[in-house]
């Protein structure tokens, strides 16, 4: 079977909301292969402590493309620690330059409880503006949910989850089994 004739993974979202000194990472439980509900309750939103460095990680993706990213970037977190934004920049450059590596389809949205980062397979890694980022299928429901909600009086998790709550009824490739994880600086 050729890559483009299957049916392919689909589906998540994941958001990142940084408000009030706090960050919240959330992330669906739907894992769909074509039209089919595979699992409803999947975690994609993880807790790192590498070297007692708390990170928070989401991903969209293939599962074990992300899981192989998390796994590098804990590496680079070891190396660098405290050091999230060039632990992220090393392992994008990695990602961007590694024959292995750049057949991996994921991205992760990352937080230290400082910075709130993206990183893509293209070499990215980026700082979402309005203090908002959201991946995967869903992702772009998510993130004009939660910029729309961003002024009001939620705190960053009840944006994350109203958030989250709209684009599962949007997405079909989104659930609203959520997993939640807050960090602070």
């Known amino acids: ?36 509900v595979i699992k409803g309750t999947a975690r994609k939103v993880r807790r790192l402590s590498p070297g007692g460095f708390d990170v ?32 992220s920049v090393e392992l994008a450059k990695d990602w961007r330059t590694d024959k292995y590596l750049q057949k991996l389809e994921a991205m992760l949205i990352v937080s230290d409880g400082k910075d709130l980062l993206v990183i893509t397979g293209a070499g990215d890694v980026l700082e979402p503006e309005h203090n908002v980022a959201a991946i995967g299928s869903g992702g772009n429901y998510a993130l004009a949910a939660a910029r729309g909600m961003m002024e009001s009086d939620r705190s960053a998790e009840q944006v994350a989850r109203d958030a989250m709550a709209i684009a599962a009824d949007i997405c079909v490739y989104t659930n609203g089994n959520l997993t939640v994880e807050t960090i602070s600086a």
């Open 56 to 87: 928070v990680a989401g991903f969209a993706g293939s599962t074990a493309d992300a899981f192989t990213l998390l796994e590098r970037l804990e590496a680079k977190l070891e190396a660098t620690p405290g050091q999230l934004a060039r632990a």
């Open 1 to 36: 079977m050729a890559q483009d004739d299957f049916p392919g993974w689909h589906g998540t979202t994941i958001i990142g909301v940084k408000k009030a000194g706090e960050i919240v990472i959330a992330g669906d439980g739907q894992v769909s292969l074509g039209q089919t």
